[in-house]
Each structure stands twice: as structure tokens, then as C-alpha cells.
């Protein structure tokens, strides 16, 4: 076998630059939200490859909330647009379809950090919008379930 040239050892050694990305505090976030409610509503995650060249980022990272006893219902709460190569910037929307942010993006948050990207996704998360319909979704999922 001849030389290894590439500045890591293996796959764990990367994990340590996965930690603060976009899509792992997302998918952190996921997680909390489904120990919170029981999974009577879990975060979902899709990655879209953006057709807008207008957008100024290559995907999109689209958050939505899924509940199993409304027959998999699902609702968009956040869209990260970003590019593959690069951990910042992003763009964050909230309330949008995908569809709707192609027709017409207007993002409400651009981060160029980690703390940036934490401090808009707890806004987003915190609101009373974002309670709300977490608590709307929550006590129809367990009226349904307690039948």
C-alpha cells in the first residue's frame, strides 16, 4: 500500500467537525422535542437540492414536525438553506413551505456562526408561534390516542 496523504486518521477522527454544524444541532433539536412530548410529535428532517438559482445557497435543510396519531401529519416549522461545501453561512425561514420559499425566499435569520445559528433556532423554537402549535398538535395527538 503506498502513502497516506490526507490530513486524518479515520471516520471518528471527523466526527469532532460534525459537532456544532447546522444540521447536528437541528437534528439535537429533533430529538428533544420527541423526549419531550413522548414522540407524540418528533422532529423530521429532509434535505432539498435547491432549483432557484436565486436563492444564493445550493440546499435546503427543511424541519418538520411529525405526528404519528394524526396519520403522520406534517408541518414545516424551519427551512436551513446553506451550501455543501461550507458550514456558514445559512439562511433560516419560518412558517414556509418549500415550495412557497422558491416562489418568494424572504429568510428571517442569516447566521455566519454557531452562535449565531443556536441563538435564531432558539427565537424560532421559544416563540409563542412555535409553543403554540406544538401544544395544539400535542393535545390533539393525545386526545386521539387516549380513544
Known sequence: MGKDLWGFR????????VVD??????????????????????????LMKIKNSQI?????????????????YRKTLLIVYSKPESTYPVAITVGNSYEDDMAMSNPKYICDNTDEFTHALGEILQSTDTLNLIAVLYAKAKAINNE
Open 10 to 17: 479515520d471516520e471518528r477522527e471527523l466526527e469532532k467537525y
Open 21 to 46: 454544524i447546522p444540521e447536528t444541532i437541528l437534528k439535537e433539536q429533533m430529538d428533544n422535542l420527541g423526549d419531550k412530548t413522548g414522540y407524540n410529535i418528533y422532529g423530521v428532517s429532509s
Open 56 to 72: 444564493g445557497y445550493d440546499i435546503a435543510t427543511v424541519f418538520e414536525l411529525m405526528v404519528p396519531a394524526l396519520d403522520k
